[in-house]
């Protein structure tokens, strides 16, 4: 990638100088526990948004990953390429992968517009589509999209309902909502508008995933959707988002983007990680109006999150990177020798993830990471 990007979108960290994975002798199979879940969780390749142009090796390397064995190819979008477009493009070189928006923004389309370009996918892949959303915070919403960035969980609960109706064509689409209104007779209507249903007949109710992460949003998943992308996630703190996921009905995902390094020095393979994350922390959002910060506060490291953004708005970028923890960033990644990697990672394997999607780019790393998460 050429522009950092989101954690939410990607496991891209900044460019850095150290090597990603070992040479491929010296990984091993995973020793499966006997405690362990039976399914064997899935993988995704994670691309992101692009940042000034196409990456290189896009259609290349998810083929690639189709052939090592992932799960799924995921795009996204922020204010520069659109997450449906390459998602195409992927779909007309692969047969099995699952094909992930990760995520839409909510306020770039109208849900109907949303749900026509989710059903045209699903048409052309034949029945991949995993339909990711996201609102976004107010500095992309209001500032790219020219929306109003108010009450995401009642947006978001009115797209998703306007979605699912659609899927589900059981006749014109009637809706009358705070936030969306089909037909439209508010101000400038000329009251001409019709009630229509999809033409394009969708293969199937097109699984909806939402990208979250205050508690009320994450609830709010966990009831309206088939799948949550938390923007990080720990394993060892599962206490975090417990009460939430409790209510989780069986089936329900949770994919979950891991940077995966391996280095003999720990310290030095977290430093991208860190750097991203002091970024997201500091400096996406406004203060008091960061949902990142505040995510890391609850997770346990308020003092150093608060830090972290002030030091930020201050300019002082690498003080504000300094300061992220290392317990922090190497809860929510897989870094360090193969068998660390492998140790920690039957944390993820006991938790309730059932997806990891890693920022690979190369054959040689995705082949590596996919024999280590599932052997």
Do not use: C
Not at 37 to 64: A, C, H, N, Q
Not at 312 to 337: H, K, N, Q
């Amino acid at each position: 990638m050429n522009t950092p990007e989101p954690l939410l979108n990607a496991s891209a960290w900044p460019d850095t100088s150290l090597p990603t994975l070992a040479d491929e002798h010296s990984w091993t199979k995973i020793e499966r526990s006997p405690d362990r879940k039976e399914t064997v969780m899935e993988l995704g390749l994670i691309w992101g948004y692009w940042g000034r142009t196409m990456p290189e090796d896009f259609v290349e390397l998810s083929v690639e990953a189709e052939k090592a064995g992932f799960d799924a190819v995921w795009s996204a979008e922020s204010w520069g390429s659109d997450a449906f477009s390459p998602l195409v493009l992927v779909a007309a070189h692969t047969q099995r992968v699952k094909l992930g928006t990760g995520v839409v923004q909510i306020s770039a389309r109208t849900p109907t517009a949303t749900a026509m370009h989710a059903i045209t996918l699903d048409h052309i892949s034949n029945g991949r589509t995993i339909l990711g959303l996201g609102v976004s915070g107010p500095q992309v919403v209001e500032g790219w999209y020219g929306m109003p960035s108010r009450k995401p969980l009642a947006r978001t609960r009115e797209y998703v309902e306007v979605l699912r109706r659609v899927f589900r064509r059981e006749g014109p689409m009637e809706f009358q909502g705070d936030h969306f209104q089909m037909p439209y007779h508010g101000a400038g209507s000329e009251g001409l508008g019709k009630p229509l249903k999809v033409m394009t007949h969708p293969l199937r109710e097109i699984p909806v995933w939402i990208g979250a992460e205050g508690p009320k949003n994450v609830a709010q998943t966990v009831e309206i959707a088939d799948g949550w992308i938390p923007l990080y996630y720990s394993p060892f703190r599962p206490e975090v988002y417990a009460e939430e996921l409790a209510m989780a009905r069986p089936g329900f995902e949770i994919a979950v983007n891991v940077s995966v390094r391996v280095h003999d020095d720990v310290e030095q393979a977290l430093y991208p990680t860190k750097a991203s994350l002091g970024f997201y922390i500091g400096g996406m959002g406004a203060k008091g109006q960061n949902y990142h910060t505040k995510l890391m506060a609850r997770m346990g490291y308020e003092q150093e999150a608060y830090k972290i953004q002030d030091l930020f708005f201050e300019g002082r970028r690498d003080e504000a990177i300094a300061m992220v923890p290392s317990e922090f960033a190497d809860e929510i990644s897989l870094v360090g020798s193969v068998d660390r990697i492998r140790d920690r990672l039957q944390a993820w394997q006991e938790s309730p993830v059932t997806m990891l999607n890693v920022a690979a780019r190369t054959p040689e790393e995705l082949r590596l990471i996919a024999e280590l998460v599932k052997g």
